[in-house]
């Protein structure tokens, strides 16, 4: 199946008990109006800025899109020429949550984060990068998914632990995150370059 040749919707939907959105995202079969789209749900919850008692379906923006053709072509060396995908393989959907994350969640400000800055080699940063996070408790491996000229904002693969605990979690993988572009370093750094990439 084609996930980026048919239009991609997200789905919001009130989660029982909860003042919580759940997003799952839908994909048309095709021009036929009797067939349902595909869902997927997928592990990401925001808090609305207004309740709501039905599903709401929205359209990927085009920010959406492109982030998620910057992760194609980053993550998984896909082409323009390879559009196929299997919406049902695990990384693509991990990608998914990549961009419904930085669509529906609000960067949290890493300020009190970041590391202290040191001369190294840098290389030319772009948004669907696997890169390093240069933290007070050392590197972590993170994506970016949106750049301006003094901050990067991104996604964490792992958790920021405390210095000396296994189990006390200074940020949890999958927060979103605001820093400055100096704490943004090649993927080599991390401590795990082999993080897990999107599960």
């Given at each position: ?47 609305p800025p207004t309740h709501h ?91 970016i998914v949106a750049l301006d ?51």
């Amino acid at each position: 199946m084609s996930a980026v040749l048919q239009p991609l919707f997200w789905r919001l939907a009130n989660e029982q008990n909860s003042d919580l959105d759940v997003v799952s995202v839908l994909m048309p079969r095709g021009k036929e109006v009797d067939k349902v789209a595909i869902e997927y749900a997928i592990d990401v919850s925001f808090k609305p800025p207004t309740h709501h008692q039905n599903p709401i379906d929205l359209r990927w923006s085009e920010e959406d899109s492109e982030l998620f053709m910057s992760l194609l072509k980053k993550v998984m060396n896909v082409s323009d020429k390879d559009l196929e995908l299997d919406i049902e393989d695990g990384m693509v959907q991990g990608l998914i949550h990549l961009v419904a994350t930085a669509r529906f969640h609000t960067p949290w400000p890493g300020d009190e984060l970041e590391g202290e800055d040191f001369i190294t080699y840098r290389k030319e940063i772009e948004v669907g990068d696997l890169i390093s996070l240069n933290t007070k408790y050392g590197f972590y491996s993170a994506v970016i998914v949106a750049l301006d000229s003094i901050d990067a904002t991104v996604v964490l693969l792992d958790d920021i632990l405390a210095p000396d605990s296994v189990d006390k979690v200074i940020m949890p993988s999958h927060s979103l995150l605001m820093l400055n572009r100096v704490c943004v370093l090649p993927a080599e750094f991390a401590e795990d370059v082999d993080a897990p990439m999107l599960h």
